[in-house]
């Protein structure tokens, strides 16, 4: 099935700073890349994703690359501010059978620091 | 439009009980997955449903089930609880399979 692996584990900026984690995946056919953000305490929320078909999606200080020959995708936020610090996962999904269910990395913890 | 919801939000049990966490979807979304969170293993799943149907399982025993109902509410189920299903399981709902999904608050589950 597909593995996701995440870096790194955690990762300290300083407010103002940029911020890149990182995600490879093993599956050649999945698709769907999405982002999610995890509050202490609270629910993933969807930040941003991507589809294969796309190189790069841009939300305001947010954004996606992929790079389907080397099997990676990233996650750019810029402009860091304290808001900002959370638990980061990265994820993958495929088309058919087993493959369709998300794989979750093991999760980036961000802190910005004022 | 509200979002997923998940009762009960926190539970306590203890080692051979059994126990049942509901998960509302948001409205018009037909499609439930769960999943469970530790710290150790972080988010794995768990299996997801679309209309009433079990469309994919993860790789998880047996002692782990679920359903979902017609109106696309789902629960699952634990029988036989161990010291190691404690954890934040979680729910997220989509408008089909292969659709964006939006998770639920949780329910945290402690065996004791």
């Known amino acids: 099935g597909e593995n996701v692996e995440q870096h790194p584990s955690t990762l300290s900026v300083q407010e103002g700073d940029s911020a890149v984690i990182k995600c490879t995946y093993s599956?050649?056919?999945?698709?769907?890349f999405p982002w999610y953000k995890q509050e202490l305490g609270k629910r993933p929320q969807l930040i941003i994703d991507?589809?294969?078909?796309?190189g790069e999606k841009k939300d305001q200080r947010i954004a996606v690359t992929l790079n389907k020959t080397a099997k990676h995708f990233s996650l750019h936020i810029t402009e860091t501010q304290p808001e900002d610090s959370a638990v980061y996962f990265c994820?993958?999904?495929?088309?058919?059978?087993?493959?369709?269910?998300?794989?979750f990395g093991s999760g980036t913890q961000l802190t910005v620091l004022p | 439009k509200a979002g997923v919801t998940q009762t009960p939000r926190y539970l306590i049990k203890t080692r051979g009980q059994q126990v049942t966490l509901s998960c509302s979807p948001i409205?018009?979304?037909?499609?439930v997955s769960w999943y469970q969170q530790t710290p150790g293993q972080g988010l794995q799943f768990l299996f997801e449903?679309?209309?009433?149907?079990?469309?994919n399982k993860g790789n998880f025993p047996g002692r782990f089930s679920g359903r979902q109902f017609s109106n696309s509410r789902s629960e699952m189920n634990v029988s036989t609880l161990e010291l190691g299903d404690s954890a934040l399981y979680l729910c997220?709902?989509?408008?089909?399979?292969?659709?964006?999904?939006?998770f639920g608050p949780g329910t945290r589950l402690l065996v004791l």
């Open positions: 409205s018009g979304h037909r499609s």
């Open positions: 599956d050649s056919a999945s698709n769907y």
């Open positions: 994820a993958a999904r495929g088309l058919g059978g087993s493959a369709r269910q998300l794989t």
């Open positions: 991507i589809r294969s078909n796309v």
């Open positions: 997220a709902s989509s408008k089909a399979a292969q659709e964006t999904q939006y």
């Open positions: 449903y679309f209309s009433e149907t079990q469309r």
